[in-house]
């Protein structure tokens, strides 16, 4: 129950960060010329600046958050190849499912190295409602749906990213969330282009 909790908390802490980006606030700072590093060429990674001031999750939590985004990524880019309206929401599903595999895969190998660390194999609740919900869409009420959840949760998921970059405790989830960064910030970027 405890952990259920803990999960509603970040979720909701996400769900806000992500509403007063959407209203306008940031989040994060895209900075030009940052010196962190990124595997994403052409995207600063965004690290500690962009950090929530007391957001700190352990590393179970930062471990549930970011395998449940990488699970619902890939089942919403899964969707979108199948019943997108347009070639743009096709191709970045396409995109969404390559990329959040091989986030995934990396991140199994960073939690490996935590001990006691577990990853869920389904996506937490909240998410399996919106998957749910897009199920039931189709023509250009999915695209728009499926744009808005999936700028939603890379919000969400570059707050938690940048939260635990910044104050996590275990290393190699650490790394981990400071290389991911570029790959959310370059599908945000896209998602903005893409809604234009």
Known sequence: MTRMMSLAAIAALALGAAACKQEGTTVSNNVSGSTDQTDEPGVANLGAAAAPAGMQLNAQQFSETAAGSDLFEIATGKLAQQKGSSA??????????????????????????????????????????????????SGEAFDRQFLADQTASHQQTLTALNAYAATGEAQPLKEHAARATGVVQKHLNELNQLQQ
């Open 88 to 137: 743009a929401v096709k191709g970045f599903g396409g995109m969404l499912v390559d990329e959040h595999t091989k986030a995934s895969n990396e991140l199994k190998a960073a939690a490996a190295k935590v001990p006691g660390v577990a990853l869920p194999v389904v996506p937490p609740p909240e998410l399996q409602a919106r998957i749910d919900a897009l199920k039931g869409l």
